[in-house]
């Protein structure tokens, strides 16, 4: 089977740019083009994810026609439409097609501008994207709310435990410097801040931006044959994994585990890796409520069933007593701050856990460094409420030697 790499990797700022997504798109595409030291004449594929602030029909080729990648004699382009999973699943489509050789370098690009979009417009295309649910405005963090009210019934999540995540984010966004989030919360303040629904409040919520990613795969063999640029740094995707739920929740006395799609995801993706969670030494989870980082925590076997809450508050005691220096190796998640702390530009967030987790299997994750470096990390999209889940495990620069 081919070695697909991510050979190059380029973002944008992120927060109120005041610039279309498409500018952003683009943008980001040179940035990752130029990290590779290649041209844009030698990608063959364009993945892209959709864009509420500027939305177009086919995405992908819009946005690969406004770039000059269109018309080509040799490109495949295609718009994946997963939620916040889509940057992962970007990813698995581009590992794909490169390993059935219908391209030989792909780019991943995700792009939106919903900072700058007024807030009534935002409200009413983010409640129209679960149309039908039911659910009060804002629709998407009343249903998120939803699940957090049935998790603190079923499994006994306290109030103050929810509260936690975005402390403990807060804190690794705050030594970020792309980073929204300059200050680290606590608690108190989380507590305080504005309610969004009933168990949930603002300093809870992913931290709505402006911002665009993009990332380039290539397989090792097309790599050593065409370009200068060694791989010995260069991540390996070595797997994948999805799953599907229902685009919002039922009622919640209707609620059951079957409508949560993150376990099979991961499943997949360490099963045909042959890895186990403790093969893994960098998590990036997607967080956009504290109760989508819990529900990752057990979906992939950090935590025990029921047991992510008392994993956080242990974590958050942990942070006090280091006087608010916890160490990345004592928290490997989201060390750029995650979508609480980092900002998420709608369906582009997961491309932060991907360019995090490559910083850290490089050892470029400065003072967020876990030590020793990663080998392996574990990247997850989550899209909707819980009705989208994609994982990819990706390896550091020498994997390819060590399972060899």
């Given at each position: 089977?081919?070695?697909?790499?991510?050979v190059?990797?380029?973002?944008t700022?992120v927060?109120?740019?005041?610039?279309?997504?498409?500018?952003?798109?683009?943008?980001?595409?040179?940035?990752?083009?130029?990290?590779?030291?290649?041209?844009?004449s030698?990608?063959?594929?364009?993945?892209?994810?959709?864009?509420?602030?500027?939305?177009?029909?086919?995405?992908?080729?819009?946005?690969?026609?406004?770039?000059?990648?269109?018309?080509?004699?040799?490109?495949?382009?295609r718009?994946?439409?997963?939620?916040?999973?889509?940057?992962?699943?970007?990813?698995?489509?581009?590992?794909?097609?490169i390993?059935?050789?219908?391209?030989?370098?792909?780019?991943?690009?995700?792009?939106?501008?919903?900072?700058?979009?007024?807030?009534?417009?935002?409200?009413?295309?983010?409640?129209?994207?679960?149309q039908?649910?039911?659910?009060?405005?804002?629709?998407?963090?009343?249903?998120?709310?939803?699940?957090?009210?049935?998790?603190?019934?079923?499994?006994?999540?306290?109030?103050?435990?929810?509260?936690m995540?975005?402390?403990?984010?807060?804190?690794?966004?705050?030594?970020?410097?792309?980073?929204?989030?300059?200050?680290?919360?606590?608690?108190?303040?989380?507590?305080?801040s504005?309610?969004?629904?009933?168990?949930?409040?603002?300093?809870?919520?992913?931290?709505?931006?402006?911002?665009?990613?993009?990332?380039?795969?290539?397989?090792?063999?097309?790599w050593?044959?065409?370009?200068?640029?060694?791989?010995?740094?260069?991540?390996?995707?070595?797997?994948?994994?999805?799953?599907?739920?229902?685009?919002?929740?039922?009622?919640?006395?209707?609620?059951?585990?079957?409508?949560?799609s993150?376990?099979?995801?991961?499943?997949?993706?360490?099963?045909?890796?042959?890895?186990?969670?403790?093969?893994?030494?960098?998590?990036?989870?997607?967080?956009?409520?504290?109760?989508?980082?819990?529900?990752?925590?057990?979906?992939?076997?950090?935590?025990?069933?029921?047991?992510?809450?008392?994993?956080?508050e242990?974590?958050?005691?942990q942070?006090?007593?280091?006087?608010?220096?916890?160490?990345?190796?004592?928290?490997?998640?989201?060390?750029?701050?995650?979508?609480?702390?980092?900002?998420?530009?709608?369906?582009v967030?997961?491309?932060?856990?991907?360019?995090?987790?490559?910083?850290?299997?490089?050892?470029?994750?400065?003072?967020r460094?876990?030590?020793?470096?990663?080998?392996?990390?574990?990247?997850?999209?989550?899209?909707?409420?819980?009705?989208?889940?994609?994982?990819?495990?990706?390896?550091?620069?020498?994997y390819?030697?060590?399972?060899?």
């Amino acid at each position: 089977m081919k070695t697909i790499r991510i050979v190059g990797c380029g973002a944008t700022r992120v927060g109120r740019l005041n610039r279309s997504a498409t500018d952003l798109a683009i943008e980001s595409i040179h940035l990752a083009l130029n990290d590779a030291g290649i041209a844009q004449s030698d990608l063959q594929g364009l993945i892209a994810v959709p864009s509420m602030s500027n939305p177009h029909f086919m995405q992908a080729h819009y946005l690969a026609t406004m770039a000059g990648l269109l018309p080509a004699k040799k490109m495949i382009v295609r718009t994946i439409d997963t939620g916040g999973a889509g940057a992962i699943s970007a990813l698995a489509t581009a590992a794909h097609m490169i390993r059935q050789e219908w391209c030989e370098t792909a780019i991943i690009v995700a792009s939106d501008a919903v900072l700058s979009l007024a807030d009534k417009e935002f409200s009413g295309r983010a409640d129209a994207s679960v149309q039908g649910s039911g659910l009060p405005s804002p629709s998407i963090p009343n249903g998120y709310d939803l699940i957090a009210q049935w998790t603190m019934n079923t499994h006994g999540v306290t109030r103050e435990q929810l509260a936690m995540v975005p402390v403990l984010m807060s804190h690794f966004a705050a030594r970020h410097p792309g980073a929204m989030c300059k200050k680290p919360y606590s608690l108190d303040e989380v507590l305080a801040s504005r309610p969004i629904g009933k168990v949930t409040n603002l300093l809870e919520c992913a931290r709505r931006a402006d911002g665009a990613a993009a990332v380039i795969l290539s397989s090792s063999k097309h790599w050593h044959r065409n370009y200068a640029k060694p791989l010995a740094q260069c991540p390996v995707v070595i797997s994948t994994g999805e799953g599907s739920g229902p685009l919002f929740p039922p009622e919640i006395e209707n609620i059951t585990e079957q409508m949560f799609s993150c376990e099979r995801a991961a499943k997949f993706a360490l099963e045909s890796a042959h890895l186990g969670v403790n093969n893994i030494d960098f998590f990036g989870l997607y967080d956009c409520f504290p109760i989508c980082f819990l529900r990752a925590l057990e979906a992939i076997g950090v935590c025990a069933k029921g047991e992510a809450g008392q994993f956080v508050e242990r974590k958050y005691q942990q942070l006090l007593h280091s006087g608010g220096d916890l160490h990345p190796n004592d928290f490997p998640f989201n060390t750029h701050g995650g979508l609480m702390g980092f900002g998420a530009p709608w369906e582009v967030p997961a491309m932060y856990n991907i360019l995090e987790a490559v910083a850290q299997l490089k050892g470029e994750a400065e003072v967020r460094q876990i030590s020793p470096k990663p080998q392996r990390a574990l990247v997850y999209g989550n899209g909707g409420i819980f009705s989208a889940s994609s994982v990819a495990i990706l390896g550091d620069g020498k994997y390819d030697r060590r399972v060899s």
